[in-house]
């Protein structure tokens, strides 16, 4: 049988590493991977599902009872660990339903410490609708290519239901997402649940035969990595696929950090989407207003029995995974750190934005986070590095308004030391004062209106002049975007908010990994101030593990409002994609 040449391509899983697709292989060393299988589905009843299953040798195969070729069904590529990709849709017999098939994909995950905010950041971010509202861009002669998400099959959109039904308990009753690893998908569980219970029986069977007895470490087999998030688009005329490896921030202990299978594994990655929580960060407390620190940072790290009855104690844990994280991150040797030649996307989120914005709104200084100067220092050590970078040929790849109004200014002072110095530190202070506004600091993170930055006189007003930084509103950011040729070009905003992002992680104690990593020439960094629930929360009484606005007067966002940053992040997340 030929079968569509859908997903050819992708020979290894996005989300374990394991094989995808092939023949069963063994690795450079010898070893035996665990097989690829081919997994039919047909039926109209979830977990009921009548299926077959085969190696793409097909030197074996098992089917339930009621499996029958002819019927109309869904083909997918299950790969080595139980991780399911549609392939095609059998429309009736033999014809392939050809519509479903991708002419682009790309693989990311997204990392973090325990109660990060990982789902709810994914998923708001996923349900942005990239178009451009408003006139002017109505009589453009480049029009933005339109993005449309495409929900094309029942099991790959699964995962991302998931989430959506528990976001809806946020919204509804206040019960915060749970732990990311949901005995629903981990693919032990996700495949009896959705196709069969006796489907995982029958493929541990078959793996057994084509590997010998004793390959298969059944206590550990689809229990590690949860089924990926499938999106797919249409980007103009092309269609794509985003798998999205939401990993589980409890999986993240010392042992599995040191562990050289993930540290390659994270290194395959394309897009790396690293959640950094300030709400845990031992500097973040003292940002806080006094009189709603504690119960604000209590309800913004998934209150529960151990948050309610020893705050300080989980705090102090979850800071200790998520350094732990960034040490793996940056480090400078070992598996994670190879160059393998592909360019890596590494986007850091620092996620509950809100909470900063509730600061600056009750009074609080934003050179009041982290240590004294830290957040200038941060945004003028990523200025540097991007106006180094992309000094020479690189300039293409950077707007003509960014290079003019930031980047072209600092670098044509690099023949001075000094001087550079002061004119890197002028353009930080402004993009930090600017923002230390509560308005402006929520324009850039939320609203997405256009605004103007000034750029005060250095000391020596003739070689350090005053000069402003047009902001563009987000309709303009995401139509500059999605204008044809653009997909890799760094935009003014995405520069304004990586730059202020830099700070913060700074001041936020995360100076010399962050300096690592800028420093590594396989990686493109930038940097996010996202809040997936806007508003930030309070617990709904002392002991409770249901939250609120802080506001009362307020409610969580649809999953669909629009966001600045979670608008800006899903673009570079399809930047590979986008012509």
């Known amino acids: 049988m030929t079968w569509s040449h859908n997903l050819n391509q992708l020979k290894r899983c996005p989300a374990c590493d394991d094989d995808l697709g092939v023949p069963p292989s063994h690795a450079e060393d010898g070893a035996w991977r665990r097989p690829s299988l081919l997994l039919e589905v047909c039926g109209?009843?979830?977990?009921?599902?009548?299926?077959?299953?085969?190696?793409?040798?097909?030197?074996?195969?098992?089917?339930?009872?009621?499996?029958?070729?002819?019927?109309?069904?869904?083909?997918?590529?299950?790969?080595?660990?139980?991780?399911?990709?549609?392939?095609?849709?059998?429309?009736?017999?033999?014809?392939?339903?050809?519509?479903?098939?991708?002419d682009d994909f790309d693989v990311a995950a997204t990392i973090g410490g325990v109660a990060a905010g990982k789902s709810y950041l994914v998923l708001r971010t996923l349900h942005q609708q990239l178009s451009v509202s408003g006139l002017p861009h109505i009589t453009s002669p480049d029009r933005p290519m339109q993005v449309n998400s495409l929900t094309v099959d029942w099991l790959e959109d699964t995962p991302l239901q998931v989430l959506l039904q528990n976001y809806r308990e946020t919204e509804e009753k206040g019960l915060p997402l749970g732990p990311t690893v949901l005995r629903?998908?981990?693919?032990?569980?996700?495949?009896?649940?959705?196709?069969?219970?006796?489907?995982?029986?029958?493929?541990?069977?078959?793996?057994?035969?084509?590997?010998?007895?004793?390959h298969l470490d059944r206590s550990s087999w689809g229990r590690?990595?949860?089924?990926?998030?499938?999106?797919?688009?249409?980007?103009?005329?092309?269609?794509?696929?985003?798998?999205?490896?939401?990993?589980?921030?409890?999986?993240?202990?010392?042992?599995?950090?040191?562990?050289?299978?993930?540290?390659?594994?994270?290194r395959n990655y394309g897009t790396l989407t690293w959640v950094i929580d300030p709400a845990i960060a031992?500097?973040?407390?003292?940002?806080?207003?006094?009189d709603t620190a504690e119960e604000t940072i209590a309800a913004s790290v998934r209150p529960g029995e151990s948050v309610n009855n020893d705050l300080r104690g989980v705090l102090n844990q979850r800071n200790a995974v998520q350094r732990r994280v960034a040490g793996t991150l940056a480090q400078e040797a070992g598996a994670f750190a190879a160059n393998i030649g592909a360019r890596q996307h590494v986007l850091v989120c620092?996620?509950?934005?809100?909470?900063?914005?509730?600061?600056?709104?009750?009074?609080?200084?934003?050179?009041?986070?982290?240590?004294?100067?830290?957040?200038?220092?941060?945004?003028a050590r990523y200025l540097a590095e991007l106006a180094v970078r992309f000094s020479g040929p690189d300039r293409r790849m950077v707007e003509d308004a960014a290079l003019h109004s930031i980047l072209d200014p600092i670098d044509r002072t690099r023949h001075e030391p000094n001087l550079f110095e002061a004119t890197v530190r002028q353009f930080a202070t402004a993009i930090v004062e600017h923002h230390a506004n509560p308005d402006a600091w929520w324009n850039l993170v939320h609203v997405?209106?256009?605004?103007?930055?000034?750029?005060?006189?250095?000391?020596?007003?003739?070689?350090?002049?005053?000069?402003?930084?047009?902001?563009?509103?987000?309709?303009?950011?995401?139509?500059?975007?999605?204008?044809?040729?653009?997909?890799a070009v760094l935009r003014t905003r995405d520069l304004v908010m990586s730059a202020l992002g830099c700070g913060i992680a700074f001041a936020l104690g995360?100076?010399?990994?962050?300096?690592?990593?800028?420093?590594?020439?396989?990686?493109?960094?930038?940097?996010?101030?996202?809040?997936?629930?806007?508003?930030?929360?309070?617990?709904?009484?002392a002991t409770s593990e249901l939250i609120e606005p802080q506001d009362a007067s307020a409610v969580f966002p649809d999953v669909d409002e629009r966001s600045a940053a979670l608008s800006q992040l899903l673009l570079c997340l399809l930047r590979r994609m986008r012509p």
């Open 510 to 541: 995360f100076e010399q990994r962050v300096e690592s990593m800028l420093g590594q020439k396989w990686r493109d960094v930038r940097f996010f101030l996202c809040s997936p629930l806007e508003h930030a929360p309070v617990r709904v009484a």
């Open 44 to 102: 109209t009843e979830r977990g009921a599902m009548e299926w077959r299953l085969s190696s793409f040798d097909n030197a074996v195969e098992s089917q339930s009872k009621g499996y029958h070729r002819s019927r109309p069904g869904w083909v997918y590529r299950m790969c080595g660990d139980g991780h399911v990709f549609l392939d095609h849709i059998r429309m009736t017999g033999e014809s392939v339903g050809t519509e479903w098939t991708v």
């Open 282 to 290: 031992k500097p973040f407390a003292a940002f806080m207003p006094e």
């Open 448 to 487: 997405g209106g256009g605004a103007v930055i000034q750029v005060r006189e250095g000391e020596h007003s003739s070689v350090l002049p005053a000069s402003r930084i047009l902001l563009p509103s987000l309709d303009s950011h995401i139509a500059g975007a999605l204008t044809p040729y653009q997909s």
């Open 224 to 266: 590690r990595i949860r089924q990926p998030i499938l999106c797919r688009y249409q980007i103009g005329g092309r269609r794509v696929l985003v798998a999205i490896a939401d990993l589980a921030g409890e999986q993240f202990a010392k042992s599995a950090l040191e562990d050289d299978y993930h540290q390659r594994l994270l």
């Open 350 to 379: 620092i996620t509950k934005m809100d909470l900063v914005h509730l600061g600056l709104r009750r009074g609080k200084r934003l050179d009041e986070l982290g240590a004294p100067g830290a957040i200038v220092k941060g945004a």
């Open 184 to 214: 629903t998908t981990v693919p032990f569980h996700f495949l009896s649940a959705n196709i069969s219970p006796d489907v995982v029986p029958a493929l541990l069977e078959l793996q057994e035969k084509l590997g010998g007895e004793g």
